[in-house]
């Protein structure tokens, strides 16, 4: 017992290198720390330039309000910051800094070198410190504004520079932590520069949308929506891809709230609710996304890197996501795409995720007729049955039109090609519709309809199923039995640590109940909510849509046409099938005539 280790206070190179390591992963946070300490300090410009990805060198110019000269020592000090005083501004932190870190930890495994001049100050001054050792501190020659310089990362600590990958990727790291607080700040002008060479320039003044293009490129605001909707203490703006534009790595996702670009689980999870049944598996949408709310309902201080946040009120925050990104995704109809004339559900340049059906192959044609087709699972709801324009059963013959008659969005009929595509012309120019792709999310709509209108048809149980599970968690399924109830499961606490599953929805009976249960409870523990119910029941009507849907080399007549379009214009997500397929894509005349070289 006498070789027991006995507890001893950390030297303070020891305990600033643990501190720095939270901060300091790569030369990328120490961009992303100093450039928020720039905004922070209201500057309208931040000039960035980094040699050898950041490894040698990392400078960051503002014109910000500057640090007094007496308080310069302190601003590389530990735990010594502007920002807050007392433990109540850490309920309400609007900056993006707060903790007093940032400078203290690239000062502890690097060379720092801040050059101020604050506004009401004489000159300006400069402070270089040495792996947490004070060097100089002297007069200097600069304008409003501050310079920081973090010099030789690691080199007091080489082993963290073996953790470090290529240069190439440290730069693209640096890139995107630039790019990311950027697009938050359009009224900001970021340059950033790798040695001599400029890699991005934003210009200060810019309008929201003209940001989101400079970082995202033009595609994104042509195959995207605005949304700007509040409720509750909270606002979400900002803007939305349509799902047939999407990525097959989510690294264009940006969340910000308050400002703040962050990284949350339930957010995430509220987003891929949303789209769950209009994006292509394994596909991920691409979106920029503000939060805000009240500072005092969000807590900053989770993490030291602070990307993430909690909310107070998550469960809220959850639904009011999901329910706004669903609400202005189901918005996305052809009556607002093929309206614009040079639209098109599959963006032109963009390659769509491979592996659709070959119709020919697998849905040989049968007998059925249409109309049996639309209505072989019920009558439409009476809501989508009025919405749905009148269509002449006469032969439509475009040519006999008026030229002031007015034309639908997807336009008229005039043509089917190979079985598998309907033409028609609009008032733009063409417009070609994947004729199964397009019935099949009609069907799917209707059929989700009827599950939505009535209440959900429940099977007792033969067997009832019992479970061993945690007390918390059988404390949680007692807290919201009425609420999974509500879904069409009946599960009862039935001991201390178990609890029973009594009834499920007719369309799961054959599902494993078990499973279903337990990834149930999970989903209301992390995130307060369970839509697992109706995303297993939502997947089984999406089969049986693209079953009874009409197969490809079934000859329409073109008011059988019409119907189908007609239809389109009154469905939500009519703008893509159940598997994320673009149902139909709109070429304008102007597109058209390119093609022909008409006009050159």
Request: net charge neutral; aromatic share 4%.
């Amino acid at each position: 017992m006498d070789d027991a280790p006995r507890i001893r206070p950390l030297s303070t190179f020891v305990a600033n290198q643990i501190a720095a390591g939270e901060v300091v992963e790569r030369p990328a946070s120490i961009v992303k720390e100093l450039v928020e300490n720039s905004l922070d300090a209201g500057a309208g410009s931040v000039r960035i330039g980094v040699e050898q990805a950041g490894v040698r060198l990392v400078r960051v110019r503002d014109d910000g309000d500057g640090i007094h000269p007496e308080d310069l020592r302190l601003a590389v000090a530990r735990h010594a910051t502007s920002k807050i005083e007392n433990p109540a501004d850490l309920q309400a932190v609007a900056s993006f800094g707060f903790r007093g870190e940032a400078l203290a930890s690239a000062a502890s495994v690097a060379k720092l070198t801040v050059t101020s001049r604050h506004a009401d100050a004489d000159g300006a001054w400069t402070l270089e410190v040495d792996g947490g050792e004070e060097r100089a501190y002297r007069p200097a020659a600069h304008p409003q504004g501050t310079t920081v310089e973090v010099a030789h990362l690691f080199h007091n600590t080489p082993a963290r520079r073996k953790f470090l990958k290529t240069e190439r990727t440290e730069l693209l790291h640096i890139e995107t932590a630039v790019r990311r607080i950027a697009l938050a700040h359009p009224a900001v002008g970021f340059t950033l520069a790798a040695g001599s060479r400029s890699l991005n320039g934003l210009v200060a003044g810019a309008t929201m949308d003209e940001r989101m293009a400079a970082v995202l490129s033009d595609s994104f605001l042509e195959n995207s929506v605005a949304i700007d909707e509040a409720g509750a203490g909270l606002r979400l703006h900002g803007r939305v891809g349509v799902p047939t534009y999407s990525d097959n790595r989510p690294n264009r996702q940006h969340l910000y709230v308050n400002g703040r670009p962050v990284r949350d689980r339930l957010a995430a999870h509220a987003v891929r609710q949303a789209y769950r049944d209009v994006l292509f598996h394994g596909r991920h949408p691409v979106f920029v996304l503000f939060l805000e709310l009240d500072a005092g309902a969000v807590d900053v201080n989770v993490h030291p890197t602070k990307d993430e946040v909690r909310f107070r009120r998550s469960r809220d925050v959850h639904d009011f996501l999901f329910g706004k990104l669903a609400k202005a995704l189901r918005d996305l109809r052809p009556s607002a795409a093929a309206a614009s004339p040079a639209s098109t559900a599959a963006p032109a340049g963009t390659a769509l995720p491979q592996g659709h059906f070959d119709f020919r192959r697998n849905h040989p044609s049968d007998p059925v007729s249409l109309a049996r087709l639309f209505h072989a699972h019920g009558a439409a709801s009476a809501a989508v049955a009025e919405a749905r324009p009148h269509v002449s059963r006469q032969p439509l013959d475009m040519r006999d039109a008026p030229p002031t008659a007015a034309v639908p969005p997807l336009g008229h009929a005039i043509a089917q090609l190979h079985g598998v595509y309907l033409l028609a012309q609009n008032a733009q120019g063409l417009v070609m519709v994947d004729m199964h792709a397009a019935h099949e999310r009609i069907t799917y709509e209707r059929m989700k309809a009827q599950l939505l209108a009535g209440s959900v048809r429940r099977q007792a149980l033969l067997l009832p199923v019992a479970l061993d599970v945690s007390p918390a968690e059988a404390d949680l399924v007692e807290a919201h039995g009425a609420k999974l109830a509500a879904l069409g499961v009946v599960v009862e606490r039935s001991g201390p640590a178990s609890v029973t599953v009594r009834e499920v929805p007719a369309l799961l009976a054959g599902a494993d109940i078990a499973a279903l249960a337990r990834d149930m409870i999970d989903e209301l523990a992390e995130f307060g909510t369970t839509d697992l119910v109706r995303e297993r029941q939502e997947r089984l009507l999406a089969g049986a849509a693209c079953h009874a849907s009409v197969r490809a080399n079934r000859h329409l007549t073109l008011p059988e046409m019409d119907a189908v379009l007609r239809d389109m214009e009154a469905t939500e997500n009519a703008g893509q099938c159940n598997h994320g397929r673009p149902t139909f894509v709109a070429l304008s005349m102007a597109t058209l005539d390119g093609l022909f070289l008409r006009g050159q």
